[in-house]
């Protein structure tokens, strides 16, 4: 077994997006920007945005952060967002997922103009993923790929399951891998003999949100594992340890996938940048 680093993978990816960013800032007279729209003060989302605009300021991008009261109905936040894609000033847009109950979540993202959509939220962008044009990408779908082409890791013919289906990792990330010519099994809540289904599995990307919901026993010897889980306490979706005696690759959490999401959402911005110099 040998694992994956996302923390490694990811240091490389954020070095060339500041890289990158510095080119464009003296091309530019300004730096890449990033807006990052908080709705209410949920504490792991707090975290979150936290530590995306951290990593922002690392790798020369600024951080316009725009946090909303729980209140706001979604109509006020599909204005403000609106008005984020109408500036000139903004790059990139994040709204951090989940909104609180009663806004409509999917309205908001349409409301991101599909050249700063950097976190890959939108139809436009799920539209380019599934067709396999070049767009922006979902950011941990991304960076789960960009993992799995930095291990080298084949992927066309191969069986992949990913469990989940939420719009922003389990269906985005099972298009990647169709668009890579995998053939992929889209598992969720109604799956029936789950477990067999897994032991199928040359690839096997699990973003359930349930901690060490995958036991290793469902591993099939010299599979792949991917971890896009992150739950409460830096526990995965995956049993790690009986995984990781059958798995071939597997990553850890934290270390793994986490990682890679935020320096995926830092290059897309940069790259929304470079194109507004086009
Ligand atoms: N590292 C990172 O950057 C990120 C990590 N995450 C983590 O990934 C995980 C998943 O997140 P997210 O996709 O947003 O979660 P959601 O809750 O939106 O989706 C969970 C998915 O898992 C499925 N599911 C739930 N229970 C079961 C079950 N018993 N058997 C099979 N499938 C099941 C659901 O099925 P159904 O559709 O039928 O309800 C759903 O499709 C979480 O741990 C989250 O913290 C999320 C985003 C980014
Ligand atoms: N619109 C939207 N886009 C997202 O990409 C998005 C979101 N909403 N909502 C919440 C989830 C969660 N998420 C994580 C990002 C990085 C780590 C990460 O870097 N984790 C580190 C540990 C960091 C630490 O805890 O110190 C690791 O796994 O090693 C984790 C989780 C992005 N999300």
């Given at each position: 077994?040998?694992l994956?680093?996302?923390t490694?993978?990811?240091?490389?990816?954020?070095?060339d997006?500041g890289?990158?960013a510095?080119?464009?800032?003296?091309?530019?007279?300004?730096?890449?920007?990033?807006?990052?729209?908080l709705v209410?003060?949920?504490?792991a989302s707090?975290?979150?945005?936290r530590?995306?605009?951290?990593?922002?300021?690392q790798?020369g991008?600024?951080?316009?952060h725009?946090?909303?009261?729980?209140?706001?109905?979604?109509?006020?936040?599909?204005?403000?967002?609106?008005?984020l894609?109408?500036?000139p000033?903004?790059?990139?847009?994040?709204?951090?997922?989940?909104?609180p109950a009663?806004?409509?979540?999917r309205?908001a993202?349409e409301a991101?103009a599909?050249?700063k959509d950097v976190?890959?939220?939108?139809m436009h962008?799920f539209?380019?993923?599934s067709?396999?044009?070049?767009?922006f990408?979902?950011c941990?779908?991304?960076?789960?790929?960009?993992?799995?082409?930095?291990?080298?890791?084949?992927?066309?013919?191969?069986h992949a399951?990913?469990?989940?289906?939420?719009?922003?990792?389990g269906?985005?990330?099972?298009?990647?891998?169709?668009?890579?010519?995998?053939?992929?099994?889209?598992?969720?809540?109604?799956?029936?003999?789950?477990?067999?289904?897994v032991?199928?599995?040359?690839?096997v990307v699990?973003?359930?949100?349930r901690?060490?919901f995958?036991?290793?026993?469902?591993i099939k010897p010299g599979a792949?594992?991917?971890?896009?889980?992150?739950?409460?306490g830096n526990v995965g979706?995956v049993?790690?340890a009986?995984?990781?005696?059958?798995?071939?690759?597997i990553?850890p959490?934290?270390?793994?996938?986490?990682p890679?999401?935020?320096a995926?959402?830092?290059?897309?911005?940069?790259?929304?940048?470079?194109?507004t110099?086009?």
């Open positions: 077994m040998a994956m680093s996302g490694e993978l990811a240091k490389e990816i954020v070095a997006a890289r990158r510095a080119a464009f800032e003296a091309a530019a007279g300004r730096k890449p920007c990033l807006a990052t729209v209410g003060e949920d504490p707090v975290t979150y945005v530590m995306k605009r951290n990593r922002c300021r790798a991008i600024e951080s316009r725009v946090p909303l009261p729980a209140t706001t109905t979604t109509a006020g936040l599909v204005r403000v967002i609106g008005e894609s109408a500036d000033g903004v790059d990139g847009i994040l709204l951090q997922h989940p909104v009663g806004i409509d979540e309205a993202f991101i599909p050249g976190d890959g939220v939108t962008s539209a380019a993923m067709f396999g044009l070049p767009g990408e979902s941990t779908p991304g960076g789960i790929m960009r993992l799995l082409d930095a291990y080298e890791v084949g992927i066309e013919g191969r399951v990913v469990i989940g289906r939420s719009p922003i990792l269906k985005p990330v099972a298009m990647l891998l169709l668009a890579r010519h995998a053939t992929v099994t889209v598992c969720h809540s109604r799956t029936a003999d789950l477990p067999s289904i032991r199928s599995a040359d690839l699990a973003a359930v949100g901690p060490e995958v036991r290793g026993s469902w792949v594992v991917v971890d896009a889980g992150y739950n409460p979706d049993a790690f009986e995984a990781a005696e059958r798995a071939s690759l990553t959490v934290p270390g793994g996938v986490g890679t999401t935020i995926v959402l830092l290059a897309q911005t940069v790259t929304a940048a470079e194109s110099m086009d």
